[in-house]
């Protein structure tokens, strides 16, 4: 296993034993998917630079992260958009995941959520321990932030998140919203088309989904759930719990 952490994250990877790195047949054939769909001609490749995982189960990789605004409209504001209006293209007002409490699903712009490949099969994420639901902690540069894993992506591409999961890592990242925001809310109308280019990490932690209480507004707001649970096995897996 040969991964070299970016230089500008390493302040957030202190204790983070990429030296006991393994990687598993699942997790190479998974890499292989992502190396062979980034062709010279595509424009948004997946520039996965390390898949594996740790001794403890955590699943890690490396990778761009696009926008994904899949969800309903935030129930905060009715001027909120859903995820259809801010990509007409290929937006979605749903989620894989379901809130247990309400049944519903998870609103882009106010949830911090992370897109699973699909697996070969077609019927779940890419990771055979991986499940939606589970917790990650995600790292661009010097910001790092909590997130749930809330929906299915394609077969061939890994590294999507929401906006709210964009905007979290701000300002090392771009605004996924970017001349697009209604000028008196300052809430997403579309979705700037663009994606981080390279060395968003992804540290996702099998088994650590929440039980039926969770609500929405356990993965929002500065302090939450979502952060407790991830940031603690965050620490615990580079030694600082």
């Known amino acids: 296993m040969a991964f070299t952490p970016p230089a500008a ?7 983070v034993p990429f030296d006991q790195a393994q990687t598993s047949d699942e997790e190479s054939a998974a890499k292989q998917r992502y190396d062979a769909f980034d062709t010279p001609q595509n424009r948004d490749k997946n520039m996965c630079k390390g898949l594996f995982h740790f ?4 699943v890690f990789w490396s990778s761009k992260m696009g926008i994904d605004s899949d969800g309903p409209a935030a129930p905060d504001d009715a001027r909120r958009c859903t995820g259809k209006q801010m990509d007409p293209d290929s937006g979605q007002n749903k989620t894989s ?6 049944g519903g699903d998870l609103p882009s712009e106010v949830a911090p959520y992370l897109v699973l490949p699909m697996n070969a099969a077609g019927n779940g994420p890419f990771h055979p321990n991986l499940e939606i639901g589970d917790v990650a902690v995600v790292i661009y540069k010097g910001q790092k932030t909590a997130a749930i894993c809330g929906d299915i992506g394609p077969l061939k591409k890994i590294g ?3 906006i709210c999961l964009h905007e979290q890592l701000r300002p090392a990242a771009p605004d996924p919203c970017k001349n697009h925001r209604d000028p008196e809310t300052g809430f997403c109308q579309r979705i700037f088309d663009s994606s981080i280019e390279e060395d968003v990490l992804f540290f996702v932690f099998p088994g650590s989904a929440f039980g039926d209480d969770l609500a929405l507004g356990d993965l929002t707001g500065t302090d939450n759930r979502l ?15």
Do not use: M, N, V, W
Request: proline fraction near 3%.
């Open 97 to 102: 995941f379901h809130l247990p409490q309400s």
């Open 160 to 162: 999507e998140g929401s």
């Open 9 to 15: 994250s390493l302040a957030q990877l202190q204790g």
């Open 227 to 241: 952060r407790e649970r991830a940031f603690g096995l965050y620490d615990k897996l580079r030694g600082a719990a």
């Open 55 to 58: 001794e403890d189960g955590t």
